[in-house]
């Protein structure tokens, strides 16, 4: 069945309550890593985007900030659309658990050449939700990296909502691996690869009409 189980529903709801993130390994089936990864090598190199900060008119290319390349996620093929599916069961669950009003998902693939960094930052700020420029709420990041080691750097730091300098998790990017949080909370960084590093970044967002 395309979707979460439910005990693995309940232990990711008990800890976003209890902390604020979670990370799960092999969350998805195998055999869906493993069409990611392949749809992913099959995406060519002028279907990646430089990324940017900001949304619509605010949108800036900010290479100190962050030098990945993405490619947003549709459901036009078979694969992206069953794994929308399985994300669209988390939301299911997770606002059934939580009441969260977790009301839709947007993602992208994100390509990290050799080098490739992201900056300390957060994914919402909750000033901004108000004024609608940001909605979303709940952070996902799903590594597509087989045999990642210690030393290959491209590791994700999460870092203490209380305490931007205090490191909580030091993640590293290996295949299957689903990393959930508050999107407001947690200031985040990923440290610069030293191989390809291949993820899908996503967040789910409430219905601005409801904030
Ligand atoms: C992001 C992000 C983390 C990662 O894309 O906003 O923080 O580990 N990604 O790729
Ligand atoms: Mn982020």
């Known amino acids: 069945m395309n979707s979460f189980d439910e005990h693995q529903l309940d232990l990711i709801a008990d800890a976003l309550v209890e902390q604020g993130y979670w990370v799960v390994d092999d969350a998805l089936p195998k055999f869906l890593l493993n069409s990611l990864q392949i749809h992913f090598n099959e995406l060519q190199s002028d279907e990646f985007k430089a990324a940017g900060i900001g949304r619509q008119t605010d949108f800036q290319v900010q290479e100190t900030i962050r030098s990945d390349k993405i490619h947003w996620i549709q459901p036009n093929t078979e694969i992206t659309a069953d794994f929308l599916q399985w994300m669209d069961s988390l939301r299911v669950g997770l606002n059934r658990r939580l009441f969260m009003g977790l009301f839709d998902y947007e993602s992208h693939f994100a390509h990290y050449?050799?080098?490739?960094?992201?900056?300390?930052?957060?994914?919402?700020?909750?000033?901004?939700?108000?004024?609608?420029?940001?909605?979303?709420?709940?952070?996902?990041?799903?590594?597509?990296?087989?045999?990642?080691?210690?030393?290959?750097?491209?590791?994700?730091?999460?870092?203490?909502?209380?305490?931007?300098?205090?490191?909580?998790?030091?993640?590293?990017?290996?295949?299957?691996?689903?990393?959930?949080?508050?999107?407001?909370?947690?200031?985040?960084?990923?440290?610069?690869?030293?191989?390809?590093?291949?993820?899908?970044?996503?967040?789910?967002?409430?219905?601005?009409?409801?904030?």
Do not use: M
């Open 113 to 211: 050449p050799v080098g490739a960094f992201y900056k300390k930052h957060v994914d919402a700020f909750r000033g901004n939700r108000k004024q609608g420029q940001s909605n979303r709420v709940l952070s996902t990041v799903l590594y597509l990296n087989d045999a990642w080691r210690l030393g290959d750097g491209g590791e994700l730091l999460l870092y203490a909502e209380d305490d931007a300098n205090k490191v909580i998790e030091t993640i590293l990017p290996e295949c299957g691996r689903l990393v959930i949080f508050l999107s407001e909370k947690f200031p985040h960084e990923v440290l610069p690869a030293k191989r390809e590093r291949k993820s899908i970044a996503g967040w789910f967002r409430v219905n601005e009409g409801a904030l």
